[in-house]
């Protein structure tokens, strides 16, 4: 079974600087998905970001990017020019492609602080 | 446009109440899970359908049942609460294709005293 790992349960970052979150996951297949979810204190999951496998361009959305190494089976977040509103907690995740309905898999999430 | 919305959004039981969470999704999307957060355990699965009248286990079913009557509504029920089942609890969908996008609910917080 795939699992995922975040190694980082906290971080901080000052207001307009950059921070990585970390995120590796165990798999055997070639081709899946990975995604970054954000969860502010409202608790709604949002989307960040997402990559596909087989695509070795690095995703990017405006100051969030990742930093994907497949042979290293990581996969991390920067974020850049970090505002008060990415305080939250970020969950990676992974998801086969091998049938349609498999569920994502979560890592335990890493809570980020933006100190002003 | 809705989305995934969960009822209710907070409840208190008692050890050895029942209750149903109810999850509605208006994007016709074939698969919907349910999931538990709880500190420091991220997101774990505890069933899933794929598809109306299908469900099936996930990481951590034991205490809860499921039904999937109508395509949009996923329910998920507990029997007997218990105060190991404290947590927050959160429905999504997906379409078919595993590299769309999981649509959450807005979650609800359980506590069983």
């Known amino acids: 079974a795939q699992t995922v790992t975040q190694s980082q349960p906290e971080m901080s970052v000052q207001e307009a600087e950059t921070v990585t979150l970390s995120c590796t996951y165990d798999?055997?297949?070639?081709?899946?998905?990975l995604f970054w979810y954000k969860q502010p204190p409202s608790r709604q999951m949002i989307l960040v970001i997402r990559?596909?496998?087989?695509?070795?361009q690095n995703a990017t959305e405006n100051r969030f990017s990742v930093n994907f190494q497949k042979a290293a089976k990581s996969f991390s977040l920067k974020i850049s020019d970090s505002q008060l509103g990415d305080a939250a907690m970020y969950f990676c995740?992974?998801?086969?492609?091998?049938?349609?309905?498999?569920?994502?898999?979560f890592g335990k999430g890493t809570r980020l602080s933006v100190i002003a | 446009n809705a989305g995934v919305t969960q009822t209710p959004k907070f409840r208190v039981l008692k050890t050895g109440q029942s209750m149903t969470l109810l999850c509605a999704q208006d994007?016709?999307?074939?698969?919907m899970y349910w999931y538990r957060q709880d500190p420091g355990m991220g997101l774990r699965l505890i069933h899933y359908?794929?598809?109306?009248?299908?469900?099936a286990k996930g990481e951590v079913p034991d205490g809860y049942n499921v039904s999937r009557l109508k395509k949009q509504n996923f329910l998920l029920g507990l029997e007997s609460a218990a105060p190991s089942q404290t947590s927050v609890y959160f429905c999504?969908?997906?379409?078919?294709?595993?590299?769309?996008?999981?649509?959450f609910g807005q979650g609800t917080r359980l506590t069983v005293v």
């Open positions: 999504a969908s997906t379409k078919g294709r595993a590299n769309t996008e999981a649509f």
């Open positions: 798999t055997s297949e070639s081709d899946y998905y």
């Open positions: 990559q596909e496998a087989y695509k070795q």
């Open positions: 995740a992974y998801r086969s492609p091998n049938s349609g309905n498999t569920p994502l898999v």
């Open positions: 994007m016709n999307h074939e698969y």
């Open positions: 359908s794929v598809g109306e009248g299908t469900t």
